[in-house]
Nanobody, 131 residues
Framework: QVQLVESGGGLVQPGESLRLSCVAS????????VTWFRQAPGKEREGVAC????????HPTESVKGRFTISRDNSKNTVYLQMNSLKPEDTAVYYC????????????????????????WGQGTQVTVSS
């Protein structure tokens, strides 16, 4: 049974950093793609970053590129999201998601990874950026 458990959210000031963790069970993170999404109040859920299971390549979305980094620790079966230079607009509930049908992170415009219907989601962790 696939399970994903996020942690690491909190309240920070603009410009500060946070590291989110997603502990996976029921599958190996070095074999399947694992992603981070976020949803702000009143807004649609959006993809943040994806790490491919096949080769570990990482794919942040344009809105966070240069500030957020996705990584994984295979020995801990955990995927991380390092968030630097946080802005108030980063405030959201952050979720990790995975699906045993997806080994890598598709980046083609026709059907990119953020449009995939992931079956497995964590419970989410709140990130609030405010002064």
């Amino acid at each position: 049974q696939v399970q994903l458990v996020e942690s690491g959210g909190g309240l920070v000031q603009p410009g500060e950093s946070l590291r989110l963790s997603c502990v996976a069970s029921g599958f190996a993170v070095d074999r399947y793609a694992v992603t981070w999404f976020r949803q702000a109040p009143g807004k649609e859920r959006e993809g943040v970053a994806c790490v491919s299971g096949s080769d570990g390549s990482t794919h942040p979305t344009e809105s966070v590129k240069g500030r957020f980094t996705i990584s994984r620790d295979n020995s801990k079966n955990t995927v991380y999201l390092q968030m630097n230079s946080l802005k108030p607009e980063d405030t959201a509930v952050y979720y990790c998601a995975a699906d045993l049908r997806l080994i890598y992170c598709p980046t083609n415009q026709a059907n990119p990874w953020m449009n995939f219907e992931f079956k497995n989601w964590g419970q989410g962790t709140q990130v609030t950026v405010s002064s």
